[in-house]
């Protein structure tokens, strides 16, 4: 059945106003002081699970774990509309449920919709600075989380409750909101999280899943109350949150006792599991890939990715004059001290390497001279097999060769890995693609198309694979991790027509068509 009001009813009622939002660059939040002890939650989890309006006490979860169907229970961590009080819920309630067993889903009561069906009395979504709203809601959700020891990469749920589907400025205004909400969490390492009816809240993210410039929430909890204990639904796709990232509330309030203790509760079925990090381009370590490009100025600047897109306004400069370098790369972590690394090419063939901080780029050091006779130089991740990042190079003889990653850090002698790579252009190390263990590399060819030429240790295996992308249009090919976190990597580049900077999202066998990431990259060159 559809639900219409499919509350939680967790939301608070008080006297309805009118939020002031201010600009995000002069929002100043308190942080809460970090707990000593720390939590992903929930991770890995597949079952029953119940929320309630307040945390039980400790004993009372004692007694459900002993003789409950229940694995997790959901926690209203924070939020303006968050209805009930929260005695128990500190740092130390956390602890000692988890210790326990349990696995929690945080939940977050904050800003409705304004043509919400819950009733009066709210405080609502401001849609003329709803993105921004969002952000600064998303910033109090991890102060929250960081309090009660819930560390990055939990999953922080947003609970919108079930809105009229009438009122575009109403449904505009909630997905800025949540566009704002993803985002600001992704910036600081959590999973996004949406809660709502299959009827409002939920037809309207599957009606933007792969919108461009929209980022979705990572995890969807929809409610249908018709007490069927599931993840799949008519409503939802199979196409969109696939594998693991679905929680359902199949039925609403309602009171169950066990080990003598009665709570009322909803209930839930949980199919999460945590998605995987990338492995290449998160420059500043939050698990989600950037990209590096280089301005008309000269300076070279850290564009920060979010799963769904790349901000240009979340930019970091790293180095303000790069004007002499021909050629960027991101080589990986070179150095081994868990960063990610550059190496840049001067106009006079010195190749120069920069350690990254995690903020920016550390005094750099002198690699090898000689490469002006060298057309394309791109990573290509650890092709040799000893744990270091390589580097793969193509001369204006056509031959393509191999320079390991050593202690030092440096650079070992040239290996020929390949030959007769004329008309062979863009390069670019497109990371373990097709999922053997052994990186492989993306190149356009004579006939304009992308190939990928699987590799092996040492080397390549003599295989090319259609990737069936024309890419006469592209330059700028990048490796970009895996930048949707959907298991798979993928690669960037920049449309020559359009200025776009664009999403090639890898699927192992083949590449899906070009998804805008961001504009205004006509003259951001070069792309790393």
Not at 166 to 194: E, I, P, Q
Not at 227 to 244: M, Q
Not at 256 to 285: C, H, M, R, S, W
Request: charged share 20%; glycine share 12%; hydrophobic share 40%.
């Amino acid at each position: 059945m559809s639900v219409l009001t499919p509350a939680r009813r967790k939301i608070a009622v008080g006297t309805l106003i009118t939020a002031v939002v201010v600009a995000a660059s002069s929002f100043a939040l308190k942080r809460a002081d970090a707990a000593a002890w720390t939590t992903v939650q929930p991770g890995a989890f597949t079952g029953e699970a119940f929320d309630a309006c307040t945390a039980p006490t400790s004993a009372a979860m004692k007694a459900w774990r002993a003789k409950s169907p229940y694995k997790a229970i959901g926690i209203y961590i924070g939020g303006v509309n968050r209805g009930c009080a929260q005695p128990q819920l500190s740092a130390a309630w956390v602890k000692q449920q988890v210790q326990a067993g349990w696995k929690l889903l945080p939940l977050y009561v904050g800003p409705q919709a304004t043509c919400t069906t819950i009733g009066g009395g709210r405080k609502l979504i401001d849609n003329a600075h709803a993105e921004t709203q969002g952000r600064v809601t998303a910033s109090d959700a991890v102060a929250q989380a960081t309090r009660l020891g819930l560390a990055r990469e939990s999953v922080l749920i947003y609970d919108m409750e079930s809105y009229r589907t009438d009122d575009a400025a109403c449904r505009k205004g909630v997905l800025a909101f949540m566009n704002g909400w993803t985002a600001r969490l992704h910036d600081n390492g959590y999973f996004s999280g949406f809660y709502s009816s299959v009827s409002s809240g939920v037809a309207h993210q599957v009606a933007n899943y792969s919108v461009p410039g929209y980022t979705r929430p990572d995890y969807l909890d929809f409610a249908r109350w018709d007490l069927v204990s599931t993840v799949t639904d008519k409503a939802i796709p199979a196409t969109v949150w696939p594998g693991k990232r679905r929680m359902k509330q199949w039925r609403g309030g309602h009171k169950e006792t066990y080990g003598g203790v009665t709570i009322n509760i909803d209930n839930d079925y949980v199919d999460f599991a945590p998605l995987p990090k990338t492995k290449a381009a998160d420059f500043n370590g939050n698990g989600w890939s950037d990209v590096l490009g280089r301005s008309p100025t000269g300076a070279l600047s850290v564009f920060h990715g979010n799963g769904s897109l790349i901000d240009n306004n979340q930019r970091r400069t790293l180095a303000a004059d790069f004007r002499a370098m021909n050629a960027v790369v991101r080589i990986g972590d070179l150095n081994r001290d868990g960063r990610e690394d550059v190496v840049a090419r001067q106009t006079n063939g010195d190749l120069w390497f920069y350690p990254g901080t995690g903020t920016g780029l550390g005094p750099r050091k002198r690699l090898t001279q000689g490469w002006q006779n060298m057309r394309e130089i791109t990573p290509v991740g650890d092709l040799t097999g000893d744990g270091r990042p390589d580097l793969l190079a193509l001369s204006k003889g056509n031959n393509l060769f191999l320079y390991a990653g050593q202690p030092g850090p440096k650079l070992s002698g040239q290996k020929l890995v390949g030959s007769g790579w004329s008309g062979r252009t863009e390069l670019a190390g497109a990371g373990d693609f097709n999922r053997d263990s052994v990186p492989d590399l993306a190149a356009r060819d004579t006939d304009g198309k992308l190939y990928l030429w699987l590799g092996r240790r040492n080397g390549f295996t003599g295989t090319k694979v259609a990737l069936n992308m024309p890419a006469t249009d592209l330059r700028d090919l990048t490796g970009l991790g895996d930048f949707d976190r959907d298991g798979y990597p993928d690669l960037a580049a920049v449309q020559k027509s359009t200025g776009n900077l664009v999403l090639l999202a890898g699927t192992g066998t083949s590449v899906r068509p070009p998804f805008r990431l961001a504009t205004g990259y006509a003259e951001v060159t070069p792309l790393a």
